[in-house]
């Protein structure tokens, strides 16, 4: 059943209003559970959907890794008994969350801090 389940909700993140509604109804923790404590292909499934939520959303990105999927997905990478495309996919992950999630403003110059007000 959760194998149904986790390819339903791959098949809505597939989609930009698939993903918003994923993400506005709680969809990251669920992700991240089964990247945790899934079987290996629960924790694919997820994987591959936390990668697409991730991919071009500042804003999504930052709330994967507020929910905590830094831990299993760095575990997931490091793991002997996970297939090597698997740990390939989550450090990819992994690195798309390590990117910064917006542009500082003490980074930028006074001047374009003065251009932007």
Known sequence: MVDKAAYVLHSLVSS??????????GGIPVLIEM???GTSRQKEIAKLSLLLIC???????????REGA???LV?????SS??????????????????PRSPSLRARPAAAV????
């Open 75 to 79: 575990a997931l990478s490091q793991s």
């Open 55 to 65: 991919d071009d959303n500042a804003a999504f990105r930052t709330m994967v890794a």
């Open 35 to 37: 990247v945790e404590a």
């Open 70 to 72: 830094i831990p299993p």
């Open 82 to 99: 996970a297939r090597p495309k698997l740990r390939a996919k989550a450090e990819s992950l992994i690195e798309m969350l390590r990117q």
């Open 16 to 25: 930009g209003e698939g993903r918003a509604a994923a993400v506005e109804e």
């Open 114 to 117: 003065v251009a932007a007000e």
